[in-house]
């Protein structure tokens, strides 16, 4: 293998495919880079056998040919380089890099061990417009669940549904959905579970304004592809919960309040949460709403907030507590001027939502009062 | 043709162990499995199982060959292979675990008026009974029952001493069956409540209701069933109301403080039905479950106590019954007060011996000077003599402590029956006692010896 590339474009990718390597996996060519040079580009790819990248970028290829290289070691170097052309060349199993004043020679591997890496999209089942994608991942990427005992949760939910795409996340405390609105219909209803490592780079890497989707139901992965790029994870196996049956149909007070009073309030309830299991109690009055929070240690807060409130136990006073971060990850992800935070009662999950954007629904799991 | 795939697949796995590296091995092959074997002919297939098509297209590609020849050699027939992508099926499945936002939401006043209903109290749960060597038992068993009722024990009858917890563990069961389902009749009563009821029944001529009331039942609790012993009509009632709960899968937990072998006048058929079902007893707490049961009450308040101020009570008082009695007072103390919670205010409380709710012991000073000095084997003249040595002073310090506490002596009164002594001297035995109480278990073994040899 001999080619030509550029510095700049080189770094670049390397920082982007190292991320996808795994430095601690058992089997060592999977902490390196793949590179293969054929019909004059360069195509760079690692994978972590979860998820898998593969960039192709232009390069003048003099010969054609494939090595391996430990990603730690030529990220750095390439890093360091001045920019400009480069010549690569490897031989055997050791790749030189010549570049204005600097010549190295790494030790790679054979590319024989590495996991072979889909090449291209093929038929695309989707494309996705680039912006309401990346609206639509950071309303639901924060409520994904941590915890492994439950494979299901740790991914977001895409149901492809006749000209609408919807995405569910949930760690079983709290519900996050967000419909899109597409020209495309699909005429079967389609269900996937996609991990959240791969959505987190998606929404990281993506310039372009579409993005290609591709299922491989039978290999149970998914691929991305859009720029110069091909991102490629497994799907999680399993059956989401039933969401749908969760979210409640009526409410007994509908509260309209502004989202940066709200969430002034929550902050600063919650320097006393923190101690005190992170419970915020949310209190409705005819006037508006109070948080409160008290730890035995630090002291307690009240703050009072206008509010809109409608609904028919307008006389009684409701008290609700709430983990204090579900509230805090929901207000951060909004954008809109004001919330509307519909209630039933104390033991009922909360609605909150956008009143501007029909499409996107949160629900948080209150937490259990002693009365 | 019965052959076992895992059986089958750790044999191959092994094989390919050596003849690859432990890297390769640990990569590749230790998450993949056989998931269909199928026979056509005379050739197998094997369909192998992988967790990813990573791992799936390497194996295709480069250990294709490995695998068959290995398979080939077990099977003894020739094999072809097929590869997907499925994930192992977990051994454990998770189903159990339900995260809160999809549990069922269940209104909780429906819950709270069936619980009201079935006159159960709402704060003995299962959540906050604490569990140790002494009451493991009954509490796996009620466990079990709340868990399948009707099938697991029938009766269950639960028996121990005063404050126990039996109320406690029979409530639970009610709240437990209740939270699952709230359209399930549960009914909660006492021997003598049951009683009250035919009686009740006889006299305007309702016995009929009675028996819809309780024969229709799904789980029928009745606490201190040995009020019905010497009732034959009662008994006679219960008899029917037991069959016939019973033979409907209704479950039926009793309580009682004697097993039911022990209760005089109860009818011959009635303790042979008893003894069909599952007894257990519930013996009284250990320091420890004191410990915990202390905890559990303080937090239930509010309060939040140290370490040593809750060995220091659960130390001195053995029931929990006279813990919640104890704190009851000691929160008063708080409010009223505004005092501090130290160890000077537990010593002083304790030591005034009040606490005890009517359940003082009858006994005359010098029947407890007997019981001591024939506890430790002690000549009483050495005990209430004039050495200091600790064999006999330790015996001495006890005395004037269960004096003072348990017969609520005045500190010169003490003083006056033990030798003549200041009461000074009797103060800081009292102390002193209390201090070992929390901390020693010698000394709480020779108080509860004693205790019972009065």
Same mark, same amino acid.
């Given at each position: ?9 080189? =770094? ?10 795994? /430095? ?26 979860? @998820? =898998? ?11 054609? &040919? ?6 730690? *070691? ?7 380089? *001045? ?19 600097? %010549? ?81 219909? !699909? ?19 993506? %310039? ?8 491989? %139901? ?8 859009? +720029? ?54 949310? %209190? ?8 409160? $929070?008290? /730890? ?68 948080? @799991? ?6 | @043709? ?18 690859? /590296? ?46 068959? +020849? ?23 499945? +998770? ?18 008026? $069936? @619980?009201?209903? $079935? ?10 009974? $604490? ?7 009954? !509490? ?44 399930? =009749? ?15 029944? #006889? ?26 012993? &010497? ?137 407890? #000077? ?75 073994? +020779? ?8």
């Amino acid at each position: 293998m001999k080619l030509k590339i550029l510095q700049e474009n080189l =770094s670049d990718a390397l920082h982007i495919a190292s991320r996808f390597t795994s /430095s601690r996996a058992q089997l060592p060519v999977l902490g390196n880079i793949l590179f293969l040079a054929k019909n004059n580009k360069l195509s760079i790819s690692a994978t972590n056998l979860e @998820m =898998s990248i593969l960039l192709n970028l232009g390069s003048q290829v003099e010969k054609e &040919g494939e090595i391996t290289i430990p990603a730690r *070691t030529i990220t750095d170097l390439v890093t360091n380089l *001045t920019p400009g052309t480069l010549v690569l060349e490897a031989e055997k199993e050791q790749l030189s890099i010549l570049g204005e004043g600097t %010549k190295a020679v790494l030790s790679g591997m054979n590319t024989s061990d590495f996991p072979s890496i889909p090449q291209n999209v093929g038929r695309a089942f989707a494309t996705l417009p680039k912006s309401d994608i990346l609206d639509a991942l950071s309303k639901v990427l924060y409520a994904v669940s941590v915890d492994e005992t439950r494979p299901v949760l740790t991914g977001v939910l895409i149901i492809f549904r006749n000209k609408e795409i919807i995405f569910v996340s949930t760690d079983g405390f709290r519900l996050s959905q967000k419909r899109v609105k597409v020209e495309e219909a !699909w005429g079967k209803e389609e269900k996937v579970i996609l991990p959240k490592n791969v959505l987190i780079e998606l929404t990281r890497l993506v %310039k372009d304004e579409k993005i290609k989707l591709e299922f491989k %139901k039978e290999d149970k992965q998914v691929l991305f592809g859009f +720029d110069n790029l091909l991102l490629m994870s497994r799907i999680i196996d399993g059956e989401f919960p039933d969401f749908e049956r969760i979210i409640p149909k009526s409410s007994s007070y509908k509260i309209n309040v502004d989202r940066d009073d709200l969430l002034r309030a929550v902050k600063l309830s919650s320097v006393f949460a923190r101690d005190a299991g992170n419970v915020v109690r949310l %209190k409705v009055t005819q006037e508006g709403i109070e948080l409160n $929070a008290e /730890s035995q240690l630090g002291g307690s807060g009240e703050n009072k907030i206008e509010a809109k409130i409608e609904g028919e136990g307008k006389s009684e006073h409701m008290v609700i507590a709430f983990n204090y971060r579900f509230l805090e990850d929901f207000l951060n992800s909004l954008d809109s001027e004001d919330v509307l935070i519909s209630l039933t009662d104390p033991n009922s999950p909360g609605v909150f939502t956008d009143p501007k954007d029909p499409n996107f629904l949160h629900l948080i @799991m209150p937490v259990r009062i002693q009365s | @043709m019965d052959i076992d795939t895992k059986m089958l697949w750790n044999e191959i796995s092994e094989s390919v162990r050596v003849s690859v /590296s432990s890297a390769i091995f640990s990569t590749w092959f230790s998450q993949t499995y056989i998931s269909e074997l199928k026979k056509t002919g005379s050739r197998y297939l094997a369909e192998i199982g992988c967790s990813s098509s990573y791992v799936k297209s390497t194996l295709e590609l480069r250990y294709y060959g490995l695998i068959q +020849d290995l398979l080939t050699k077990s099977l003894n027939y020739p094999c072809d292979l097929s590869f997907v992508v499925k994930q192992k099926i977990r051994e454990k499945e +998770d189903v159990s675990i339900i995260a809160p936002l999809f549990q069922e939401h269940k209104d909780d006043s429906v819950v709270e008026n $069936a @619980m009201v209903g $079935a006159k159960l109290r709402l704060n003995f749960t299962f959540k906050n009974f $604490a569990v140790s060597s002494s009451n493991q038992m009954a !509490w796996a068993a009620a466990e079990a029952v709340s868990k399948t009722p009707g099938s697991a024990y029938n009766p269950l009858f639960i028996w121990g001493g005063v404050g126990v917890g039996k109320t406690h563990l029979m409530s639970a069961i009610g709240h437990t069956v209740l939270e699952k389902n709230a359209d399930v =009749s549960v009914y909660f009563t006492t021997g003598e409540g049951f009683t009250n009821d035919i009686v009740e029944g #006889i006299r305007n001529k309702t016995t009929q209701r009675f028996r819809d009331k309780y024969r229709r039942l799904h789980l029928l609790l009745i606490d201190d069933i040995q009020f019905i012993a &010497g009732k034959d009509a009662v008994q006679e009632e219960f008899f029917h109301t037991f069959n016939a709960l019973v033979a409907t899968g209704g479950q039926v937990v009793l309580t009682s403080d004697q097993p039911p072998s022990e209760i005089s006048k109860l009818e011959e058929r009635l303790r042979s039905r008893f003894e069909a079902g599952l007894i257990v007893d519930i013996s009284p707490p250990d320091f420890e479950l004191r410990c915990a049961i202390l905890q559990i009450k303080t937090k239930e308040r509010g309060m939040v106590l140290d370490e040593n101020i809750v060995h220091l009570i659960a130390g001195n008082l053995d029931t929990p019954r006279k813990i919640e009695g104890f704190i009851v007072k000691l929160m008063s103390e708080m409010n009223i007060k505004k005092s501090e919670i130290t160890e000077d205010l537990i010593g002083t409380l304790l030591g005034k011996g009040e606490g005890d709710n009517g359940q003082k012991l009858k006994a005359t000073p010098s029947e407890v #000077i007997n019981a001591v000095s024939k506890y430790y084997s002690l000549g009483k003249r050495s005990l209430l003599g004039s050495s200091r040595a600790r064999p006999v002073a330790r015996p001495r310090q006890l005395l004037m402590y269960l004096l003072r506490t348990v017969l609520s002596l005045p500190l010169e009164e003490v003083g006056r029956v033990v030798g003549n002594r200041d009461h000074t001297t009797v103060m800081h035995a009292v102390e002193k006692i209390t201090q070992l109480a929390s901390n020693s278990v010698q000394i709480r073994e +020779d108080l509860r010896g004693i205790k019972n040899l009065i």
